[in-house]
């Protein structure tokens, strides 16, 4: 059984990130969602081990200082954070995991020296961004508006981090980018190898050793 992959996926408040991933794991097999656990109280609309584990703010201490979290950070007051066991199992189970995560907790990955795939999702303008968010939160004031517009100036800025860069001007396209961003990085994996060194061998030449395998497929 494979090893699965680990793809984080970060985007501005409001770009449709959750959308996306959604619709895509209907699509593609073996892709699952990591359900973060969270400090903040669920919305209406929200189910407990389903769109977040809802723990209070107590637990989620405890979490963090029994280093249970593969990473976490607060957002706009309220902690989030990602089951590094929870990761572990389902990679283990052959499933690629996607971490629908804000630019902190990617940044926090990637120090732990994890092999992941990056995807930054850019709304189609600025402009669009602010009516997306106008229209999630009519009752928002505008001190939180502005707030979350200039959180999201500062991680457009942050793209360049990320593997791929994709942009949601239309759901369905965003979807199909996001559906070949998968299918070529699963064709990419190192887990091919053995396959290729067979198909190599069947036309009479040498495998190679895993390292050096494993950096020619990857590359």
Known sequence: MRFGSLFIV?????????????????TVPDVIISCSYTSRPPRESELDGADYH????????????????????????????TSAADTERHRREGRDVLLVIDVQGASQVRRQGLE??????????????????????????????????????????????????VINDRVDLCV??????VKAERSRKAAMADAVDR???????????????????LG
Request: proline content about 3%; charged content about 30%; hydrophobic content about 35%.
């Open 116 to 165: 992941t795939v990056g995807i930054f999702v850019m709304p189609p303008s600025l402009e669009d961004l602010e009516r997306r968010l106008r229209g999630r939160d009519p009752g928002a004031s505008e001190a939180d508006l502005r707030q979350r517009l200039e959180t999201a100036r500062s991680e457009v800025e942050a793209r360049t981090q990320y593997d791929y860069v």
């Open 54 to 81: 809802f723990v209070g703010v107590d637990r989620f201490t405890a979490m963090v200082e029994a280093d249970e979290f593969l990473e976490w950070a607060t957002v706009f007051k309220n902690r989030y954070g």
């Open 199 to 217: 198909i190599a061998n069947s036309f009479g030449c040498d495998g190679v050793e895993s390292s050096e395998r494993k950096q020619r497929i």
């Open 10 to 26: 970060s985007a501005p408040s409001g770009t449709g990130k959750t959308t996306l991933v959604e619709e895509l794991v209907k």
């Open 176 to 181: 199909d980018r996001l559906r070949c961003i």
